[in-house]
Structures are given as structure tokens and as C-alpha cells.
């Protein structure tokens, strides 16, 4: 099993800055199946990025991911008031498991 | 509009058992792999297990911490998936969601609260 860790736990931040959320796995993720999952309060997650990089449909050009093997990193160029949730990097192979998540709030 | 649409969640007993649904719309059912993914509160998100479509003859594969407890079937005329859960332990307690795979976990329903206590 593929176990994933994100760093920073929180991440404390002011409108308009920039975030990067790192995602770092046990060993390399098979055919860059790593995603991205934006959750907020009493809502189920939504899917951000696939692939590694690719946006999911209507997700805005502020919300980037890259990397490769173990190490990936989810990038929020311009931090929007609605940016404030927790975020969890993902892995699709079999079985599939998720990181524990990284808060980001407002400063 | 895909919509997964989760029921049953209730109180139970440890060592108790329940089955919680998903009602699936908006998308061909019987193509997909569906899953379930659980989050207890205030915690992150673990993945369940799935089941996957017919023409893999509808396979599950389960998280090591439910294996051999919990179960995952389907009804494609009915465009529903099911968890059946055994021998509840308090650990169990969490929001179960019911999760479209086309190719990634892409469409998620709002999750249904299983309780387990005494």
C-alpha cells in the first residue's frame, strides 16, 4: 500500500497570496494516478486535479499540480476567499489511499 | 447531472451490523466501478473499498481495516450500490460516501453518518 504524506498540516495564509501544498509518497505512484481533492465544512471533496496536473472541469487556472515518482505539490496561485478549505492529495492505483490532508486558513 | 445519493446511516451497536445505499442518476451505472470512502469527524478520508462493473465480473477489493467485515454489492437495474458492514467496532463511526470511478474518483454523493456506540 501506498502511503501519502502532505506537509504542511496547516497552512496559515492571506487573500491573494500564494499557497503550495507538498504530497510526498511511500514509493512511486503507478502512471501518475495522483489527484487533488478541495473539502470544506460539511461538504463531500471535489475533485481539483487528475493526472497529476490536469484540472478537472470548471476548476479555475489558479489551481496547478505537478510532480513526479514521490513527490507532487498542488500550487493556488492567488489565494481566493472560497480557497479556505482542507486539502487532500490522492493515489489511484490499487489499493487506493488518500493523505492525511492540509488545512489551509486564513491568517 | 450525475447524482449519487446515499441512505441508511443509522445508530448502532457495537458488533452490530447495517447497510448503508447509493442512489445512482445522470450517468450509465452499469459501466462504472463504484466505490465507498469514509471519513469520521474532525478526521481525514479512508478509502472502503469497490466494486467494480460487470465486465470484470464484478470484482471488490476492501481497506485492510474493513476487510472481511464489510461488503460491497450492486444492482444495475437499479442503479444502486450497497455496503454491508458486520461486527460493527466503535472505529467504524464515520460519514460514508459513495463514489463515482470513471477512470478516477470523480463524482462524490454528500455522505451518510453511521454511528457506533452503546
Keep these: 500500500e501506498i502511503v501519502l504524506t502532505q506537509s504542511p498540516g496547516t ?7 500564494r499557497a503550495t501544498l507538498s504530497c ?4 512511486s505512484v503507478r502512471s501518475n494516478y495522483l ?40 500550487t493556488i496561485s492567488r489565494l481566493e476567499p472560497e480557497d479556505f478549505a482542507v486539502y487532500y492529495c490522492h493515489q489511484y492505483g490499487s489499493p487506493f ?7 489551509v486558513d486564513i491568517k | 447531472e450525475v447524482q449519487l445519493v446515499e441512505s441508511g446511516g443509522a445508530l448502532v451497536q457495537p458488533g452490530g451490523s447495517l447497510t448503508v445505499s447509493c442512489a445512482a442518476s445522470g450517468f450509465r451505472f452499469s459501466d462504472l466501478t463504484m466505490h465507498w470512502v469514509r471519513q469520521a469527524s474532525g478526521k481525514g478520508l479512508e478509502w472502503v473499498g469497490r466494486i ?23 444492482d444495475d437495474s437499479k442503479n444502486m450500490a450497497y455496503l454491508h458492514m458486520n461486527s460493527l467496532e466503535v472505529e ?6 459513495c463514489v463515482r470511478e470513471n477512470w478516477l474518483l470523480d463524482y462524490w454523493g454528500q455522505g451518510t453518518l453511521v454511528t457506533v456506540s452503546s
Design chain 2, 52 to 74: 467494480r462493473d460487470k465486465g470484470y465480473n464484478y470484482a471488490t477489493e476492501y481497506g485492510a481495516s474493513v476487510s472481511g467485515r464489510f461488503f460491497i454489492s450492486r
Design chain 1, 35 to 74: 489527484a487533488w481533492y478541495q473539502q470544506k465544512p460539511g461538504q463531500a471533496p471535489r475533485l481539483l486535479i487528475y493526472g497529476v496536473s490536469s484540472r478537472a472541469t470548471g476548476i479555475p487556472d489558479r489551481f496547478s499540480g505537478s510532480g513526479s515518482g514521490t513527490d507532487f505539490t498542488l
Design chain 2, 92 to 97: 467504524d463511526t464515520a460519514i460514508y460516501f
Design chain 1, 97 to 103: 489511499t488518500f493523505g492525511p490532508g492540509t488545512k
Design chain 1, 11 to 17: 497552512l496559515s495564509l492571506s487573500p491573494g497570496e
Design chain 1, 24 to 27: 510526498r509518497a511511500s514509493q
